[in-house]
């Protein structure tokens, strides 16, 4: 969509004829239309159809998911994820959100790094190889594969200097024992990992299968570091 845009702009500026300018700039306006934009409004309405204050979402942090959705616009236009770092690790703080057919498919606990916060709370977060961190911000899903943790998906960061380094660090999604109801009702809240967002070993496989490949993810905090540094906090 952008190619074809810059190619009309540039089109519209090299004519010399203003009759064909004009037609050029009218398809631009046409064309941009066709790249999803998300209001307040229409956040709010569909917040509310998935039900995600029931599940402990608040409604700022799907709004400001959406709102990056909409600017980034994925190439997987069909799911969005959500790891809500805001809530404590013992919350199903994880969302698998269908955009098609506007539900929420999976609702699981995601871990945190082991660095970032011991008794279940976040309370740090980094970008720097070996810290053991979780990283904030957008990413976008990337190629699965079988390593360590077994069926794992690659997550390329998109923001600079907040999780650029993702790939880098081996920041993938991968299943873990340690990410179940069983560790939460021993513990009081889940397992740590080394950076990753870990999820529930029975839903790993299902979740990679359906956003593999350039769908958006945000690993949120409501921190005011990060959205002071990110240019999408900034924005929105």
């Not at 039900?51 to 998911?65: H, P, Q, R, T």
């Not at 699981?108 to 979780?134: C, I, L, M, P, R």
Request: positive net charge.
């Amino acid at each position: 969509m952008k190619t074809i845009i810059n190619k009309l702009k540039s089109g519209s500026q090299n004519n010399k004829g203003a009759g064909l300018a004009k037609h050029s700039a009218s398809w631009l306006v046409i064309l941009s239309s066709l790249i999803p934009h998300f209001s307040h409004a229409s956040n709010k309405k569909l917040y509310e159809k998935l039900n995600l204050k029931s599940l402990n979402l608040k409604y700022e942090v799907f709004d400001y998911a959406m709102k990056g959705f909409g600017e980034i616009n994925p190439p997987n236009q069909k799911y969005l994820a959500i790891n809500d770092y805001s809530q404590h690790s013992s919350q199903k703080r994880f969302y698998l959100i269908n955009l098609e057919t506007q539900e929420v498919e999976i609702n699981d606990y995601v871990a945190h790094g082991k660095h970032s916060g011991y008794n279940g709370n976040t309370k740090s977060f980094s970008n720097v190889e070996n810290s053991k961190q979780t990283s904030l911000g957008f990413y976008l899903t990337d190629k699965p594969y079988y390593g360590g943790n077994g069926f794992s998906l690659k997550l390329k960061g998109l923001e600079k200097g907040i999780n650029d380094n993702a790939m880098k660090r081996y920041i993938v999604m991968h299943g873990a024992s340690y990410v179940s109801d069983s560790w939460v009702d021993k513990h009081g809240r889940i397992g740590r990992s080394w950076g990753c967002p870990a999820i529930s070993k029975d839903n790993i496989k299902e979740v990679i299968n359906k956003i593999e490949g350039g769908t958006l993810m945000l690993s949120y905090s409501d921190k005011a570091d990060y959205l002071n540094k990110s240019k999408y906090g900034q924005m929105f």
